[in-house]
């Protein structure tokens, strides 16, 4: 015999509204010796019993919500009609009850399909399709922004790994919703058909939709591993405050649930303090971020004041130093790799080179962003969305000049070339067309056709 | 094509309509229409429950006494009207069936 306290959990398999096959199960569980005694959103939990045959039913009770503090007179009433028949009631989550009996041929709790399925549907629509609807609509926000900020920033949309694993994952869960409400519109007009002739259609648990979905969360997970150190730690607070917010809201809806509260109150609270936490932990990361920034995992070498402010000095690897290009004698300077992401459509590095203190006169900073576009597809969509970032101004009639102009590629050894206009200027910031690689830099002098051809060299190859 | 609700009734509604002609109890209905078909037909005590919420929405019948969990319940003349309908229909059929088999019924 097992021990009294020993219980037994398993991960919740079955769609809500699947009681046929959460029937059988239960009923089979009970054949092992185990009884359902609590269903939850994640898992179901079994007593132990000795192994018997039981008859289990399943129904709903459309107007339960889980923020009921107990159940109300009409679903006791529900309760007490069951009994009547020898249905004991094991366990009730939100609008779902469990009842057994242990008589051989019990009347069943269910006996006509036409009420049947219009129960199922009345459950569905209070509870299952107004979820359903607004994840539909937090994914259709989702993929709209996404799309607008890789319409604008198609760079760093597609070389930013967690930016780009969270296209597909909200179109996924997109096509999930659009899935299950439609399953859901298709089973209620096969069912009630089915139902004028006798027979009950059940709903049916779709396994694939859930696998999909959780792989997709394993592989967002994942991902999130493959960040830089800063990033990474980001989104593991990002995670862990996601998941302490949900547990919070749970325990506060249980506290109400015990002490009494009524089902509005509950859920007006409920609500209220996932929204106050949210926007407290939002509001402490930020502050954070802003106080302390986040930690890129690299490493300063020094510091420097300068009109208050204090610099950090870095001294990393770089393709092209200022040093390639002419004489910086014993001048002290900060060499930056800023950024650096990467996915298998893109890969982008930004550096910086500044000059802190000593030297020659005439020491000048430069900085370059190197492109990599490893799908050849995406190429000219890549070289169009730099080019786009300059556009000309239009205003009162007056046209504020921003944009970029072809210029000889041969003295850059390039596929193309091209150099900023800038109001009534021509600056030194060119945008370079490589076969694979596009360079955008910008020198803080006007650099020599041997300095071009220098740099052209570094940059092709390095 | 499913039919539109309640314009037809299976015959567990029509039963748990019938009882209803006289006040009753909603627990008490479980075993009057045993009792009425001679056992012929049963009504599950969720079935019971859902039907007479559905009802009640549908203005078919009332809720003429309430005592915590105890309700009873009474037709209205929407109610009786709807089961009406259903006779009139049950006994075409029947009238038709008579018409293709003459005395055979």
């Given amino acids: 015999m097992k021990e009294r306290n020993d219980r037994k959990r398993q991960i919740t398999r079955f769609s809500f509204y699947d009681q046929t096959a959460m029937q059988r199960h239960f009923e089979k569980m009970a054949t092992e010796g185990w009884l359902i005694e609590k269903i939850s959103t994640y898992f179901y939990q079994y007593r132990p019993i000795e192994p018997q045959k039981l008859h289990i039913t399943v129904t709903y009770f459309p107007d339960a919500s889980e923020f009921d503090p107990r159940p109300s007179d009409r679903q006791q009433m529900m309760e007490d009609f069951a009994a009547r028949d020898g249905w004991k009631l094991l366990t009730s989550f939100g609008q779902m009850q469990v009842f057994c009996s242990d008589a051989e041929d019990p009347r069943p709790i269910e006996t006509d399909s036409v009420t049947q399925v219009e129960t199922i549907w009345r459950a569905l629509k209070k509870n299952l399709f107004p979820a359903h609807l607004m994840l539909l609509a937090l994914s259709l926000y989702q993929l709209i922004f996404n799309g607008y900020r890789a319409y604008q920033d198609t760079v760093d949309f597609l070389s930013a790994p967690y930016l780009l694993a969270a296209f597909p994952v909200w179109l996924l869960i997109l096509f999930a919703e659009i899935h299950e409400l439609i399953a859901c519109l298709r089973w209620h007009r096969k069912a009630k058909t089915a139902a004028e002739n006798g027979v009950f259609l059940p709903v049916k648990t779709n396994r694939t939709i859930s696998f999909a979905l959780i792989l997709t969360c394993v592989f967002v997970w994942l991902s999130t591993i493959l960040l830089p150190a800063g990033t990474r730690t980001f989104a593991l607070v990002w995670m862990i405050v996601v998941i302490g917010v949900i547990l919070i809201g749970r325990i506060v809806k249980q506290a109400l649930k015990k002490v009494g509260a009524s089902r509005g109150m509950n859920y007006a609270a409920t609500v209220a303090v996932t929204v106050l936490l949210t926007f407290a932990f939002l509001g402490g990361m930020t502050f954070y971020i802003v106080r302390f920034g986040i930690s890129d995992g690299r490493t300063p070498v020094g510091s420097y004041e300068l009109n208050g402010w204090t610099f950090e000095i870095y001294d990393e690897q770089m393709p092209l130093y200022v040093e390639d290009l002419m004489d910086i004698g014993d001048s002290k300077w900060s060499r930056e790799h800023n950024v650096s992401q990467e996915t298998f459509l893109l890969s982008k590095s930004e550096y910086r080179q500044n000059h802190v203190q000593g030297g020659p006169e005439g020491l000048e900073d430069l900085e370059y962003t190197i492109i990599d576009v490893k799908c050849p597809a995406l190429y000219e969509v890549v070289k169009q969305s730099l080019l786009n970032e300059r556009q000309d101004e239009v205003s009162d009639g007056y046209t504020f000049i921003n944009h970029y102009k072809p210029i000889d590629a041969a003295a850059w050894d390039a596929t193309g070339a091209y150099q900023l206009h800038w109001s009534d200027s021509i600056l030194n910031t060119y945008l370079i067309c490589w076969e694979n690689r596009i360079v955008e830099i910008k020198f803080y002098w006007e650099p020599t056709p041997e300095q071009i051809s220098i740099a052209a060299t570094k940059l092709k190859t390095e | ?105």
């Fill in chain 2, 1 to 105: 094509m499913p039919r539109e609700k309640f314009r037809t009734l299976t015959e567990q509604m029509f039963y748990v309509l019938l009882c209803l002609k006289t006040e009753c109890y909603g627990l008490d209905i479980l075993d009057r229409i045993p009792a009425m078909t001679g056992g012929r037909v049963t009504v599950g005590s969720g079935t019971l429950y859902n039907l007479l919420e559905q009802f009640l929405d549908a203005g078919m019948i009332v809720e003429t006494k309430v005592e915590g969990r105890k309700r009873t319940y009474l037709l209205t003349v929407r109610g009786r009207q709807m089961l009406d309908a259903e006779y009139a229909r049950i006994v075409a059929q029947a009238q038709d069936y008579r018409t293709v088999f003459g005395e055979e019924a």
